[in-house]
Every structure is written in C-alpha cells, then in structure tokens.
C-alpha cells in the first residue's frame, strides 16, 4: 500500500496572528510558521502505517512557495519516506488543490491519501472531501480511529452527535482529526536524515490545471473586541451581578 | 431565482441548524426551497411544509439515505443545481461533509462558514479561528454557502405552507457500509443552540468531577461543553468540544470553568453575550474575554455557586 499524504504550511498555532494595515489580508512575513497541525496527524498515521508493515511507501506533498519544504523535511523526519513540492506563488482555493493533489495521484498511484480535516488558516474544510469526489474514491472525514486490514478500512469519524462508525475500502480519501493519533516528536538524528531524503520540485504550470481563483477577498478587518470585564470577589457577587445586572439566570 | 437550503436532521425532525439556515437563506431570496434527503420522511416533510419562510420542500425518500453518506447525497444535489442562484447547508459537521462534493461535481468554489450576507454575491467569514475576518466576493454562476448556525437567528417552524416535490432516487456505486452512531443521550439542551453552557476545561482533573458541572448545568438549564484539553484527556466526550475545530456556540450565558482560554476554545464561544470564568490562574487568557472574572479554586466556587442559586429560587418561589 503506497500512501499519500497532503501538508500544508500555516502560521504556527501558537502565534497571535496580525490584520496587514491595509486590510489586504494576515501578516505572514517575520511569522513563525509549521506543518498545519492535523496534517500532522496525517503524518503520524501514514508513518504508524509504514511502521506496522501496512505501507510500503510514504510521500508527503505539499503546495506552496519555495518555503514550504520546510514542512516537507519535518515530513520527512518524521518518517515520510520522500516529498514533492509543487510549486506556486499564489495561494490556491480548495477546489485548485483538490485538482493538483488529483495529477499527483494520478502520477503516484497510491492506496490511501491522508491529510488533515481542515488547514488552521483559512479554516475551509473542504479539500479532502472535493478530492474524494474528483477521484471518486469513499471519503472518510474528521477521523479518530483508523484500522486496516488487507483492502478493508475500518474509521471513527468525529461528529457532532459524537462518533460515527463506517467500513470502506481502498482507495480512499481520510481527513484527520486532531484526536486520531499524538504526533511524535522528529529525533535530531532523524531530521539530519530527513536532509537527504528525496525532495523533488515541480511547477505547478507544468500540471496543466486551471488554478486562477474564483473569489476575491475584498478586505480582512480585525473581529470586534470584547470590551474588558470586572473580577468579582467572591461566589455571591458572581450571582447577583449574572441575575440584577447581566440579567442572564 | 430559488435559493436551496439543504435540510440536517435525523429522518424525524429538523436539526435547529436547519432553521438558522433558512433565516440567511432569507437574505437572499424570498424563493426558498428545502431539500430533505432521508429515509422514511413522510412525516418530517410535513412537518417542515409549515416552516415559516419555505415555499417549497423538495424531498428524496430512499432507504439508502438514512445515514446520509456524502457520496449518495452530493449527486442528487448537484442535478439541481441549475434551477438555483445559491445552495446553502448548516456549517456543522454534515454539511461540512457534505457541500465540498457538490462543490466538485459543479466545478465551483464553496464559501464555507458564513456569517454574514452583504448581498447576493459578497459574504462575510472568519478565518484563522475567528482571529480575522475576510469579507469576500465571487462571481460564479451558482454560490455554495455553508453558513455558521450561531450567527443567524432560527426561523419559525410554524406559519408556513410550501408546497412539496419528491425527486427519485438516483443510485451511486458506493464502497462505504454505515456501521452505527456513538450517541450520548442527554437531557439538556443542544450545545450549539441552548441559552446557557457550563464548559469544563483540563482544570476539572477527571471525568469524575464533570459530575459537578452537570450539576450546575441543570440548575441553570443549561447545556454542557468542554475544551479539547478536557476532551484530549478522555474526561467527556468529543460532541461536547467548543472551539475552532468542535462546536460553535454564541449562548446568552458562557460560564468557563477551569479552562485557560486558548485561542482555538476562543474561537468557538467569543461571540456568546455573557462570557464568566472561574480559574485560579489569574493569569489565564480566558479572563481577558470574560465579563465577569472569578479567580478562586472552582471546586469551592461550584457548589457556592450552586447553594446560591438554589437560595435564590427559594426567595422567588
């Protein structure tokens, strides 16, 4: 079983994100950045897998400028046998990298294609599920619980009533949720690895895909901020302030 | 032209997010269509023609669509397409299952989580956890829109008399067998549309002591949620998760019991009315949002906070 595995480079978790003055978008420059945090659980499955005897091969792909092998090589420290960064300078809609990922697979032939349910910056949650329906291929969404045996696929998926059970088989397309797995660390003598792991780059237009944006993002503004609250003392004034003046029990 | 609300539900009734939906509908067209793909829905579909505001229920009624797999759903959606200026679904973890499909069969671009309309063509989204707000504009043919619940009042579910459609069924070849659904029955009100949430973070230290906030949870009617830290830790389960990748939830009254306030918790209850935290950790971002602060050990302050709002029920009855 060949597995795939979508990553993509977002403003670290961590950060306090920044409005640009002109409204034009985030401030990404001077900003730490790292693998989106539930392509890393992609990540950590695709690796678990390839541990278990179940893949024989990893591939970690990624789209984006030149900086985004960094997340690649942190793929790849982590266990991603090797990577492939396409290319290109603009930032591409769901449905573009949905397409790309689709002449990836086309070329790689994998099994399984994993990535997180949704990137931490433009928080669309949608790539996983267009991609399933371009390939038409199951879909298995938001997963906490993955198990494979020969052709048979057995998930969890997180949703709102709590978990949903399916079978399926491959090929497939997951998106991970954060609980599916805890992401290992990358050891220092795995990232020197990592450097010399195959990393090849290809440009997007060499794919032969319409990738020109269909909506315009007319301004990024801040959210209103909350306006400062009172501590309270003690238990009673909580209850008098929340009944007389919140007026909310 | 028809704006097409897709319907969640569970094959008897209408989900709530189905009702906030078809108020932003509302925004758009006074021609509102519902669609509701399920199993057995005779009933429900009658129960929804007297929704305020829809002019038609569109209804596919097939055994197959009980447990509403995207893959079976997606294409009978997508042959409708044509008729409609916009297909709006809720933003919850059906329709986020759901509308990216039809985005792929129909080649066009979805809009998710929406929560503002500015006209037909320009909508309003968080992104980066609610951290920025994007105001964006497209010209395609048809909008596919999956709208934040929270954000839009509910419509009446009474008052109206559209008509009803059914559509046949159209088989597709699909791999996935349903094997059943983990829900946690529960009394209290709906997280993401109840009046007040008690949420628990890492600071309740076990499952066991969860118990105490249901207790306050049902002395103020109020639902129960949680951080992810709590959920990651097993005390309760993942439908209870509030934060930018759980539930959205804007209740009148937010109550934050032990948890630090991480940006991502942030995301999912910033825009509730009444924001209270109780921690010890004075320093814990979540005071930075709250309106009313409480810095003390919340296994003091809970039972307190219970004794008194049992006193005052006491003085009012």
């Known amino acids: 079983m060949k597995v795939l595995v979508a990553v993509k480079r977002v403003v670290d978790y961590k950060v306090q994100i920044r409005v640009k003055s002109d409204n034009s978008g985030v401030e990404t420059q001077n900003v730490k950045m790292s693998v989106n945090p539930p392509d890393e659980n992609a990540i950590e499955e695709a690796v678990k897998l390839k541990e278990q005897g179940l893949a024989s091969e990893t591939i970690a792909v990624s789209i984006g400028d030149e900086k985004s092998q960094d997340v690649l090589r942190t793929s790849m420290a982590m266990g991603v046998d090797r990577s492939i960064l396409v290319k290109t300078q603009n930032t591409l809609e769901p449905l573009a990298v949905a397409k790309t990922l689709m002449k990836l697979i086309e070329k790689e032939k994998p099994d399984l294609v994993l990535m997180g349910k949704q990137a931490i910056d433009d928080d669309s949650n949608q790539t996983g599920q267009i991609l399933s329906a371009l390939l038409n291929w199951p879909q298995g969404c938001f997963i906490s619980n993955l198990k494979i045996e020969g052709n048979k696929v057995s998930i969890s998926r997180e949703i709102d009533e709590g978990i949903e059970n399916l079978e399926t088989s491959l090929p497939a397309v997951l998106t991970c949720d954060l609980r599916l797995n805890t992401p290992r660390f990358a050891s220092l003598p795995n990232i020197m690895k990592a450097k010399k792991k195959p990393l090849d780059i290809i440009d997007i237009d060499s794919l032969g895909i319409d990738t020109t944006p269909r909506i315009k993002t007319l301004k990024v503004i801040e959210p209103p901020k909350r306006k400062a609250g009172v501590m309270v003392s003690d238990v009673k004034e909580l209850v008098k302030k929340l009944k007389y003046e919140a007026k909310v029990i | ?317």
């Open chain 2, 1 to 317: 032209m028809a704006v097409l609300v897709i319907a969640e539900h569970d094959n008897s009734n209408l989900k709530s997010s189905t009702l906030n939906t078809i108020t932003a509908a509302k925004k758009l067209s006074d021609d509102i269509h519902l669609i509701i793909l399920g199993s057995n829905i005779e009933e429900l579909a009658n129960k929804s023609k007297v929704v305020h505001l829809l002019s038609k229920v569109i209804t596919c009624d097939n055994e197959k669509l009980k447990n509403f797999l995207p893959e079976l759903s997606a294409p009978l959606i997508s042959n409708l397409a044509e008729n409609y200026s916009h297909i709006l679904a809720p933003a919850s973890t059906f329709g986020k299952n759901l509308l990216p499909r039809v985005s792929a069969l129909l080649d066009i671009t979805q809009i998710s989580d929406v929560i503002d309309i500015v006209s037909n063509d320009t909508f309003v989204r968080p992104i980066y956890a609610g951290n920025a707000i994007s105001q964006v504009q497209t010209n395609q043919k048809i909008n596919l829109l999956t709208i934040r619940p929270t954000s839009f009042e509910k419509s009446e579910d009474s008052g109206g008399d559209a008509s009803i459609e059914e559509i046949s069924f159209v088989d597709t070849d699909l791999k996935t067998i349903f094997i059943n659904r983990e829900v946690s029955k529960s009394d209290r009100p709906e997280l993401g549309n109840a009046k007040i949430v008690v949420s628990g973070g890492r600071g309740l230290e076990n499952s066991d002591n969860f118990k105490l906030l249901y207790e306050l949870a049902d002395k103020l009617n109020a639902a129960v949620g949680a951080s992810r830290a709590a959920v990651d830790s097993g005390y309760i389960g993942n439908e209870y998760q509030v934060g930018q990748t759980g539930k959205m939830v804007a209740p009148e009254l937010y109550i934050a019991v032990g948890i630090s306030g991480a940006i991502q918790h942030l995301a999912g209850m910033k825009e509730s009315k009444v924001i209270v935290a109780i921690n010890k950790d004075l320093e814990a971002p979540i005071f930075n949002v709250a309106d009313y602060g409480l810095s003390s050990d919340l296994f003091q302050a809970i039972p307190e906070i219970i004794k008194e709002l049992d006193l005052l029920n006491q003085i009012e009855s």
